[in-house]
């Protein structure tokens, strides 16, 4: 049974354009940090994928911070700082900040002091983007780069934790984007490398690979891939839409990520649907796939005023450049299947 992979908001599909940048570092032999040709070579890759990724990002001028993930920078921007933020933030957020600001029905978090909150551009369980004011302390923008027409240096934020397993690059590198003369104080302390803010020998192969991503997926942007994206992703929502009584679609009608398509169903618990479908050769999640494996009800859909039931009850699907009409419709026809099955068992 060939499989279709609709979890694209955990990790995506490594691009070859990455993987072929990846394989050419790793015949870089020099430290980064040695003064010998071997080190200047080593160190000379790195500052270009260095600039790649600012590039991509929009972020000329300001310091991008490699990191081992997202989760590392977050910690390397939040931890101590005391922020606040709504409760719908990934946990790597969380864990650092107060989630105390109001959240509305539509997911729109109510900002009272900017240079005091936490705010993510773009939710990975729902897909709903969020409206950035000028001068926030901290945004998570690693759903949102390679996906929208993001840019670090008009959005207006201080920092911005980005991550490369989300738009095509490795697992195991991330970066933290900091506006130039911005603090930031290390956590991991040693030798002083990426600008005396994270000390350990750096990972010029995930480097290059995240550089490589990057550029490509600010191609596949500029080339309105998402917008194909967008409208497979609203073909799979108004097929499912037109064929429920019960079934809530998170966000629609508003500002989403074009890939991203969050639904619940009362009584029909998440867990078991992901389940159903990974049967039925279709991979996706009932949320966050950072969370140690567990399944529970979303946290999320609750800051939102959705019931324990509703929340228990959500699947997210995510798309990426390479699903197809094929893919999608076979997923409707599969879910929509068992959708009958659990009707019928409530009845």
């Not at 071997?38 to 994928?49: D, Q």
């Not at 509305?104 to 773009?122: C, E, I, M, S």
């Not at 840019?151 to 984007?177: D, Q, R, Y």
Request: hydrophobic share 45%.
């Amino acid at each position: 049974m060939a499989r279709v992979y609709l979890d694209h908001n955990a990790t995506t599909p490594l691009r070859p354009e990455a993987r072929a940048a990846m394989i050419e570092a790793m015949d870089v032999v020099g430290n980064p940090s040695s003064v010998h040709a071997e080190g200047r070579a080593a160190k000379a890759l790195l500052e270009r994928a260095r600039g790649a990724v600012a590039s991509a990002f929009g972020a000329d001028g300001a310091d991008v911070i490699f990191t081992a993930t997202a989760t590392e920078a977050a910690a390397l921007a939040l931890r101590g700082r005391g922020l606040h933020a709504g409760d719908i933030e990934h946990d790597a957020v969380a864990a650092w900040v107060t989630s105390d600001l109001p959240v509305g029905r539509d997911g729109a978090v109510q900002v009272a002091d900017p240079a005091q909150t936490a705010l993510q551009a773009a939710n990975s369980e729902t897909g709903i983007v969020q409206t950035l004011p000028e001068g926030l302390a901290v945004s998570d923008m690693t759903q949102a780069f390679g996906k929208l027409p993001v840019a670090f240096n008009w959005a207006g934020c201080e920092m911005a934790l980005i991550s490369a397993h989300k738009l095509g690059g490795p697992k195991g590198i991330g970066a933290l984007v900091v506006k130039r003369g911005t603090d930031v104080a290390a956590q991991i302390k040693g030798g002083g490398q990426e600008m005396g803010r994270r000390s350990g020998t750096e990972n010029i192969i995930g480097a290059a690979g995240f550089a490589a991503a990057a550029t490509a997926a600010a191609q596949d942007l500029a080339a309105g891939v998402w917008d194909r994206v967008a409208s497979l992703r609203d073909m799979l929502e108004e097929t499912l839409a037109a064929e429920t009584e019960d079934t809530i679609f998170v966000g629609q009608g508003g500002a989403r990520l074009p890939n991203t398509l969050c639904l619940a169903t009362p009584g029909w618990k998440g867990e078991t649907q992901v389940m159903q479908m990974d049967l039925a050769g279709y991979a996706i999640s009932a949320g966050s796939a950072c969370s140690s494996g567990k399944v529970r009800a979303s946290r999320v859909l609750k800051a939102m005023g959705y019931d324990e039931q509703v929340a228990a009850g959500a699947i997210r699907v995510s798309l990426g450049p390479e699903t197809t009409k094929q893919d999608v419709m076979g997923f409707a026809d599969r879910w929509l299947t068992q959708y009958r099955k659990h009707r019928a068992r409530a009845a």
